[in-house]
């Protein structure tokens, strides 16, 4: 399915600069035609969808860094080994005598007796586990993959340069205090100011804002330079703030922190909403409780949606200029390397904007929870 | 559709290095940056309400400047005032006394003119006195040398005193 909407999506793109060739009048627009869908297979869906999705080992350029594929297989124990054998599989398509590597995905094979794997009526080898996911987890036929992926390394790296930056910036307001901020303290300040002023402080309150300004500041930053990492071509095409994971991660934790510090007042409007009569509290209590839930729900696609397309939008253009390069010249490509340019800079803006809007709904439903128990008048009346 | 469905493997490292970062960050980057953020705007905060402050007293020092010249200047008329009077006063004063040591000195002036009149007056009563005398004993010798020319002469002395 997502291969049919990304194919879409390109044919779309690739469709309207046919109909501009078609337009100006070119005779030989039906084989070109034959000639582009075979260009988008190749040029276009795998590599994008490659490019978006976890992978083990990191690819910079022609350059492969092997990175550790860590596996724990229920019933078996763990695994580890390096990503490179996954590109050295044997004559049945197996790595290391059990696992199945194909298209990027992972599995372990199903083996007969003999130790060789099993074939299904069309000779493909059969898969005896695919990874865990969140909606498969526990069932049988899982096994857990906790390597260090393309992902984990993007996370990984950016909490580095987080850390570095920040506690850089901090040991400034020790070694100049009470001076004016000055270098790498200066960059950082009015970020940080812009958080806390603009986004924490009006959406908490006065009052219980500084609690969770560490836990804000966190995810803006790391939101925000992970949008940044994943635009940097060839830096290994890193996509961890347009992994479904990550992002639903980061709503939980949100999630978690509301739940623990919701006050009396928050559950009350959630179970027993005050000021209305009981057949309303019954049908609010089903709505709010469902709406404790869609809250971090949509932080989690809205980020993950946002940040994925605009890596297929870019990928897609980028993808039209090397088909369109191939097939009609140079021309084409001149216009779209364009089209990708300006692209490149809306993701600029859409990466902040994003990390702005995370944080903003974050911290609306953390001050949810600890609103206080201001409308106490009306209630009263109401009763 | 792995896609949107979120790796066990993936979930489990980034809320294991997220929590480690969170705590990592708010030790050696968050609590100093927002602490130090904060004591600078209240150190601003604080200077720009002292200086208000100050450009108060200031204001407040130039007006009781200002009352204090005002105050000054009212204080120096007075004085000004005052000493013209006391002026005027001593010149009334001194023509007072000067006219009043005059009168007295034309009375003593008087006195002793009137003195010196009642003086002259007895000398010259005693003058006449002698005079009559000698012109009594003149007669006396002549009506003792001519007899009978003595008349005359008294009749003629006394005709000259009493023109006198």
């Given amino acids: ?14 469709l309207l600069m046919n109909v501009t060739v078609y337009a100006a009048g070119d005779p030989g627009h039906e084989a070109m035609h034959e000639a582009t869908h075979e260009v988008v297979e190749e040029f276009g869906t795998n590599e994008i969808l490659h490019h978006i999705s976890d992978d083990f080992g990191l690819h910079i350029g022609k350059l492969s860094i092997p990175l550790p594929v860590i596996l724990y297989i229920p019933g078996e124990g763990w695994d580890v080994f390096s990503s490179n054998a996954l590109h050295h599989a044997d004559a049945h398509g197996l790595v290391h005598g059990k696992y199945l590597y194909h298209h990027g995905k992972l599995s372990v094979a199903k083996l007969d007796a003999e130790g060789h794997p099993m074939m299904d009526e069309s000779g493909h080898p059969m898969e005896a586990m695919t990874e865990a996911r969140l909606l498969n987890v526990g069932s049988d036929g899982v096994f857990y993959n906790f390597s260090v992926t393309k992902n984990v390394f993007g996370i990984l790296l950016s909490f580095l340069i987080l850390f570095l930056i920040f506690s850089t910036a901090a040991k400034g307001y020790k070694r100049r205090e009470g001076k004016a901020p000055k270098g790498l303290q200066s960059f950082v300040e009015p970020l940080v100011v812009f958080v806390r002023d603009e986004i924490v402080k009006p959406s908490i309150g006065e009052k219980h804002y500084a609690r969770f300004m560490p836990m804000m500041l966190s995810i803006f930053f790391f939101i925000w330079l992970n949008n940044l990492l994943g635009l940097i071509p060839f830096l290994g095409g890193l996509n961890v703030t347009g992994n479904i994971a990550v992002t639903f991660t980061l709503a939980v934790m949100v999630l978690a922190v509301q739940l623990v510090h919701g006050n009396k007042h928050f559950w009350g409007h959630i179970f027993w909403f005050p000021g209305v009569p009981v057949p309303v509290k019954l049908i609010l209590l089903i709505i709010e409780f469902i709406g404790l839930f869609t809250k971090p729900f949509s932080l989690m696609i809205r980020l993950f949606a946002n940040i994925t397309a605009g890596h297929i939008i870019i990928m897609s253009i980028i993808g039209i200029t090397f088909a369109y390069d191939a097939v009609v010249g140079h021309t084409v490509g001149v216009v779209t390397s ?18 702005y809007i995370f944080t903003l709904l974050g911290s609306l439903m953390l001050g949810a929870a ?7 008048a009306s209630h009263e009346h109401a009763h | 559709m792995d896609l949107l469905n979120p790796s066990i493997g993936l979930v489990v490292w980034m809320t294991i290095s997220f929590v480690i970062l969170m705590f990592l960050l708010r030790k050696f980057a968050w609590k100093p940056i927002l602490t130090g953020i904060k004591s600078r705007e209240d150190r601003i905060e604080q200077a720009l309400a002292s200086a208000k402050e100050a450009e108060e007293r200031m204001a407040q020092l130039q007006s009781d400047n200002e009352k204090l010249l005002v105050e000054a200047r009212k204080e120096r008329d007075q004085m000004l005032k005052d000493a013209r009077d006391a002026r005027e006063r001593l010149i009334a004063e001194a023509k007072g006394e000067a006219k009043e040591e005059a009168g007295r000195m034309i009375q003593q002036a008087r006195e002793a003119i009137k003195n010196e009149q009642a003086r002259v007056m007895t000398d010259l009563r005693n003058e006449v006195a002698r005079l009559s005398v000698d012109i009594a004993e003149k007669i006396l010798r002549e009506k003792l040398e001519e007899g009978g020319k003595h008349e005359a002469i008294v009749e003629r002395s006394l005709q000259e005193i009493r023109m006198n």
């Fill in chain 1, 338 to 355: 364009l089209f990708s340019v300006a692209m490149f800079t809306l993701e600029l803006l859409v990466a902040v904007i994003q990390a």
């Fill in chain 1, 1 to 14: 399915m997502k291969k049919a909407i990304i194919s879409g999506l390109f044919g779309l793109v690739a």
């Fill in chain 1, 370 to 376: 600890v609103e206080e128990h201001h409308h106490d």
